[in-house]
């Protein structure tokens, strides 16, 4: 058997020999971006790398996700390495859909390139007495919560569950063989100095999904024969904004969202708004609160209008928790790639703002979320940009397959260690009845 210094050496250099084809992937995803459970080509791109690979996998998980496995010698556990797929929406972006302005602004394109230079490094070790467990290889769907109208409708028909890619592969029982997770995810150095940022957490969100009711009339001749749903959307978000100084600087709430329609015709009064937001906070317990108040301002507007508003609550994603033997497994390896002045562990504590639902699977198994510094620019923005590939795709590939040998070689002794110290928050079935006890929907007729 070959010693882990051996092991973690011929994985860097089988990652190393193919980089210009690890970079050409994510550079490929960035050309052809897709929004969430719409992501066809790239899902179809990723099954075609694995298939030259020689990896056996699954296709078509929450629509679009793939999940391949390499299986080692030994029995043990089983580690996912996980890439997302999705865009945003950022019109402006260089790199934007002209048609459906879709933009990779967070650099997704990146992790399927990371979860392939995985898969390169570690598809020589399948059925190796060297690896004690199996390694899931998983492109994910819709990290993303947007197009919120379109989530839902796919969920009135049945074709979805919850309404975001892990959350939904988490109820599939994609995750049911798994027993930890890991990805890296981009960060520009407008945020983070060092080249690998380990640690912190995420706020928690609820999603919302709200429609204006009101009635139409000509908006020259007879608007107060009408009810006007913009008047009613303008009042509740400012009602809305209100709220603000009663909410605390720690719990990191943030009110925020978007109106998808304002009405039909200039000279109609507007007789549907729609409106898609997000309550954001940093538990649970904090955005109860602030869905409450957001609730009583929507209903306000409605109801100071003569309007009626249906108000459609989607559970969101929970808090991020790293898996602190796992960091300090990830922070050995990236260190030795890019030096220990250039691995920074932020405190469990510091909250970065956003929302992801690796947050959920974090509830359910250990897992680790680090970030490395590749990107120009504000995340979600038209300017971000991957600067530096290198960074961006081959240094996290090769610190998450040294990674995965840490926990796998040696008969699985490290990952072995992480299950038994480390007690998920909570089990499948009841992170399963949380979500769907989040789920609401209330028609509030002002009355």
């Not at 002209?98 to 390169?120: D, F, K």
């Not at 919302?208 to 008047?231: C, D, E, M, T, W």
Request: proline share 4%; aromatic share 4%.
């Amino acid at each position: 058997m070959a010693t882990l210094t051996e092991l973690k050496a011929h994985v860097q250099a089988s990652i190393e020999a193919r980089s210009p084809w690890l970079i050409d992937v994510a550079k490929t995803i960035l050309a052809h971006p897709e929004a969430g459970f719409q992501e066809v080509k790239t899902a179809q791109l990723v099954s075609d790398k694995l298939h030259e690979l020689g990896i056996a996998h699954d296709t078509g998980l929450a629509l679009t996700g793939v999940k391949g496995l390499i299986r080692g010698g030994p029995p043990g556990p089983t580690v996912a390495v996980i890439g997302e797929l999705d865009s945003l929406r950022v019109p402006g972006h260089p790199h934007a859909d002209p048609e459906t302005g879709a933009a990779h602004a967070c650099g997704h394109h990146c992790q399927i390139g990371m979860l392939l230079g995985v898969a390169v490094a570690l598809k020589a070790l399948e059925g190796s007495p060297d690896l004690a467990g199996n390694v899931a290889l998983m492109a994910v769907p819709a990290e993303e919560f947007i197009d919120v109208q379109y989530r839902w409708q796919l969920h009135q028909e049945g074709r979805l569950g919850l309404m975001a890619g892990k959350q939904e592969l988490i109820r599939l029982g994609a995750f049911d063989d798994v027993d930890m997770a890991m990805m890296v995810h981009t960060a520009s150095g407008s945020t983070e100095n060092a080249k690998f940022a380990l640690g912190g957490t995420s706020n928690g969100h609820v999603v919302k999904y709200v429609r204006f009711l009101g009635k139409s009339a000509h908006a020259g001749s007879a608007p107060h024969q009408g009810i006007n749903a913009l008047q009613a959307a303008m009042v509740a978000l400012n009602a809305l904004n209100a709220q603000r100084e009663t909410l605390r600087n720690e719990d990191t709430i943030r009110l925020h969202g978007i109106l998808t329609r304002g009405g039909t015709s200039v000279n109609a009064v507007p007789a549907e708004v729609r409106y898609e937001g997000r309550v954001r906070g940093r538990n649970a317990e904090v955005i109860a609160d602030a869905n409450m108040k957001m609730d009583r301002c929507l209903r306000a507007g409605a109801l100071a209008m003569g309007a009626k508003v249906n108000i459609v609550t989607i559970p969101g994603y929970l808090p991020m928790l790293n898996n602190a033997p796992m960091l300090d497994c990830f922070q050995h390896n990236a260190s030795a790639l890019v030096g220990a002045n250039q691995v920074v562990t932020h405190p469990a504590t510091r909250n970065r703002g956003g929302s992801t639902d690796m947050g959920d699977l974090s509830q359910i198994m250990p897992v680790i979320h680090p970030y490395t510094t590749a990107a120009t620019g504000m995340g979600h923005g038209a300017d971000y940009l991957i600067a530096d590939y290198v960074q961006a795709v081959i240094n996290p590939a090769k610190a998450m397959a040294m990674t995965v040998l840490d926990l796998l070689a040696g008969a699985a002794a490290k990952a072995r260690e992480v299950l038994a110290t480390s007690k998920p928050l909570m089990s499948k079935q009841q992170y399963l009845a949380l979500q769907e006890a989040r789920l609401t929907e209330e028609l509030y007729a002002g009355r």
